[in-house]
């Protein structure tokens, strides 16, 4: 590092960690309620990955306003800003009875989000030395990492004890003290210095945005391109992405300079940001309610068990810094090699799956994302210009939250097709003509000329074709992280970087 960290520059960090923090807590929280959010709001498995997945987009959709409105508001005034909407939409989440209801506070909490985690990035990387970006970057991961780590738990623990509500309720104290930090710690600068805002741009973003993430969302439902909706929505997505590129590329004044893609590093880690915005939230979306519906886990449990990824994210940081120093794309290349191994280990397990699996493979998958984002945030802004840091960390956000979004849509897709056809599998292969396959269960499930053995058994059948759907996803999700790993070095390391 060059120099010794000011008290202020301190100050700034803490700020910008809590902040992330409030962002993570909340966001994670969430994955563990889902399946009592699914009977209390009359959802089915889908619907209530809506409660994720339009949080998501609507966060991906207004990441794109926040350099112009750093540039118009400063820093200080957006993230106070962002702050104070975002917890009052968390805290009225807990008073909603439909998810109707809910999907529009989502939205609401999503879009005033947005700015948290891009302003925090570009705080940081504006207010110490490049060559103090490595430590900087794995210093706030830490504080990153704790929203995976006690959003699980603290979401498990506060809807057991007292109920889901409670975990948006519980929000409000920690919005508070982060407005109070960002007060102390930031000032207001680029304020004034806002060009004018491509409406356009911002609008064929928005639209393409939100169709392809609905495309993906109704598709299974409605049968694919069977549904004249689905056709229609692929082809608004194709149009306005088109449109969206052709302005960029022809507008005096886009809403992304074209010079931010130009740059090598930059252009590939949008690729690699999309990646692990894939890998973020998947274990945390599959599991809870493989836990709860398959194997009868209590919240509290759930919530711990899938705060092991986060624990895995902070051990990480013991070591991040000093590799993202020397070797950043071997760093990013070994993280991505270690979240393949603990996707392949997900894969292998069954329906006697035990607590010691989950813990072992979310803490496995967590240590490598944690070796992922420390060096991929390093290489991509490496060589960006800083006038161009506010504008590239929206893009770098966007495009992560984009991954998720779509990811997780894919992934449930993966999951019904997989289930449906073990179902039907299983079922055709065990049948009253084939007495010796389901005979020894007659002693558990009741007499042969009863309808409950038969009830008992398409019971089992159904959990042991959800089985087989996690198991599909899971390794889905491991050859997204074998095709991205070569990745790491696309890029062009700085020569003061070690590398």
């Known amino acids: 590092m060059s120099g010794p960290i000011t008290a202020r520059q301190w100050l700034i960090l803490l700020s910008v960690q809590f902040t992330t923090v409030l962002f993570g807590l909340t966001a994670t929280s969430v994955t563990v309620i889902l399946p009592q959010l ?23 959709v207004a990441t794109p306003l926040t350099g112009w409105l750093a540039a118009r508001l400063g820093w200080r005034t957006l993230m106070v800003c962002s702050v ?43 207010s110490f030395d490049r060559k103090q970006h490595p430590f900087i970057i794995m210093m706030w991961g830490v504080g990153g990492v704790m929203g995976p780590i006690l959003g699980p738990t603290f979401g498990g623990v506060v809807s057991e004890l007292l109920s889901w509500r409670w975990t948006f309720f519980l929000i409000l104290p920690l919005g508070i003290v982060s407005c109070g930090l960002v007060l102390a710690a930031l000032g207001d600068q680029e304020k004034g210095t806002a060009r004018r805002f491509d409406h356009a741009g911002f609008v064929f973003l928005a639209i393409a945005v939100a169709s392809i993430q609905l495309m993906f969302d109704r598709g299974q439902r409605n049968d ?82 899938v705060a092991t990824r986060g ?46 699996d989950v813990l072992w493979t979310n803490m496995l998958h967590g240590f490598g994302f944690g070796l992922c ?18 504008q590239g960390n929206a893009i770098f956000a966007l495009i992560r939250m984009l991954g998720s979004s779509l990811f997780i849509a894919v992934m449930l897709l993966v ?23 389901w005979a020894p269960w007659l002693d558990t499930y009741g007499r042969i000329n009863s309808s409950l053995p038969y009830d008992r058994l398409a019971a089992e059948i159904q959990r042991q074709s959800s089985m087989s759907g996690y198991i599909n996803a899971f390794y889905l999700m491991t050859a997204v992280t074998i095709a991205a790993a070569p990745l790491a070095f696309l890029f062009t390391p700085r020569k003061s970087t070690g590398a």
């Open 311 to 356: 624990m895995g994210n902070f051990l990480s940081f013991f070591v991040v810094a000093q590799l993202t120093r020397h070797t950043p794309r071997f760093c990013l290349f070994l993280g991505l090699a270690i979240q393949a191994v603990a996707g392949a280990w997900m894969g292998s397990l069954d329906i006697n799956l035990t607590s010691e």
């Open 373 to 390: 984002y420390t060096p991929a945030a390093v290489l991509s802004f490496s060589t960006l210009p800083i006038p161009l840091l506010t």
């Open 84 to 126: 104070i909407g975002f917890t009052a939409a968390s805290m009225l989440c807990g008073t909603v009875s439909t998810l109707e209801s809910m999907l529009l506070l989502r939205v609401m909490q999503g879009a005033f989000g947005a700015p948290i985690f891009p302003m925090g990035q570009t705080v940081l990387l504006a």
């Open 38 to 60: 699914k009977g209390t709001l009359s959802a089915t498995q889908d619907q209530v990955s809506w409660i994720l997945t339009f949080n998501l987009v609507a966060t991906a």
């Open 415 to 437: 999951f019904a097709h997989a289930v449906a056809e073990a179902s039907v599998h299983l079922s055709s292969f065990v049948t009253v003509l084939r007495i010796d396959a």
């Open 224 to 305: 694919w391109f069977d549904s004249p909706e689905i056709i229609i929505e692929c082809c608004v997505a194709a149009v306005f992405f088109s449109m969206f590129l052709l302005h960029v590329w022809t507008a005096r004044a886009p809403l992304f300079e074209i010079a931010t893609f130009s740059d090598r590093n930059f252009a590939v880690g949008v690729v690699v940001a999309f990646t692990l915005g894939m890998l973020q939230y998947t274990p945390m979306v599959l599991f809870p309610p493989l836990l709860q519906e398959l194997r009868g886990y209590p919240d509290g449990i759930i919530g711990y068990l």
